[in-house]
């Protein structure tokens, strides 16, 4: 096992370990605003928008131009975007999950508790986030790899307090749901090696495990995030969080 690594398993341990160091604050305050949360969800959405282009979609196209020839090289790369979106929206249908905050009448075939569904719709959430991540590593480039950890790092705390105040809405108790975020994060590691793997095989799978990434992230993003950020009239504070969100970003992407 070389360097490269041994820096992927630690950066992607403190990705998916800052879900539960986000839930912390349950201990010292009963609830949070729906402004606050929105301000911090916008971060976390901020955050995945840019580091989605900037280290994945972008850097899948320079690579493309590199390994592949004039004509075959965006036909793969939007394949394989696309081809993202589509396997996160098939997991996502087939896994009995429940959204956070949303409040729908979704109907489950699988008998299971709302506390178990959240805990799922986070885990859900987060592997496309540890798939980034590995592939950020898999590219040979560890300042990006470390970029990409960071950023996902930096997001992952403001969703785990949401997390938490919703399994604590459900009658978890402080302790589970601190434990529950902190498991539901420990997903990326598991799809950080996923990642990993499926990028360093040959250089000519770099480009498209990297489009196929920044695929499942933009769903996320679009899917999960967008739609929550607007929906309670907390317009102002959703775009400073992600505003705030994009230069973190920036920051991080132009020192590493």
């Given at each position: 096992?070389n ?6 398993i630690?950066w992607?341990?403190?990705a998916?370990i ?5 839930a912390i604050?349950?201990?010292f305050?009963?609830?949070f605003?729906k ?16 580091a989605s282009?900037?280290s994945?979609?972008?850097?899948s196209v320079?690579?493309?131009k590199?390994v592949?020839t004039?004509?075959?090289g965006?036909?793969?790369?939007l394949?394989?975007l696309?081809t ?12 009995p999950h429940?959204h956070l905050?949303?409040h ?28 980034a991540?590995?592939?950020?590593f898999?590219?040979g480039d ?6 990409l950890?960071?950023?996902?790092a ?6 785990g307090?949401?997390?938490a ?7 978890a ?5 601190f434990a ?11 799809a950080a090696?996923?990642g990993?793997i499926?990028s360093?095989v040959?250089?000519y ?5 990297l489009s ?5 992230m933009?769903?996320v993003?679009c899917?999960?995030m967008l ?10 504070h ?8 994009v ?5 991080i992407?132009?020192?590493?």
């Amino acid at each position: 096992m070389n360097m490269v690594s041994y820096t992927a398993i630690v950066w992607t341990l403190i990705a998916g370990i800052a879900t539960g160091l986000g839930a912390i604050p349950i201990y010292f305050k009963k609830e949070f605003s729906k402004k606050s949360l929105d301000v911090g969800l916008g971060f976390s959405a901020g955050v995945m928008l840019v580091a989605s282009f900037l280290s994945l979609i972008i850097p899948s196209v320079s690579e493309a131009k590199e390994v592949y020839t004039y004509n075959v090289g965006l036909p793969i790369i939007l394949i394989s975007l696309f081809t993202g979106y589509l396997f996160i929206i098939f997991i996502h249908d087939i896994l009995p999950h429940e959204h956070l905050i949303k409040h729908t009448d979704m109907k489950h075939r699988k008998k299971m508790s709302r506390v178990a569904l959240i805990v799922l719709a986070i885990s859900l959430h987060n592997f496309p986030e540890g798939l980034a991540v590995g592939v950020g590593f898999g590219s040979g480039d560890e300042g990006s790899g470390i970029a990409l950890a960071l950023a996902i790092a930096l997001q992952n705390m403001p969703e785990g307090l949401v997390v938490a105040f919703g399994l604590l809405s459900e009658g978890a108790s402080k302790h589970k749901a601190f434990a529950m975020a902190l498991l539901s994060g420990l997903v990326e590691p598991v799809a950080a090696a996923i990642g990993f793997i499926s990028s360093s095989v040959t250089h000519y799978s770099l480009p498209i495990a990297l489009s196929f990434a920044g695929g499942t992230m933009l769903f996320v993003i679009c899917q999960e995030m967008l739609p929550e950020l607007f929906r309670e009239g907390h317009e102002k504070h959703a775009t400073l969080g992600v505003i705030v969100g994009v230069m973190s970003m920036l920051a991080i992407d132009y020192y590493f």
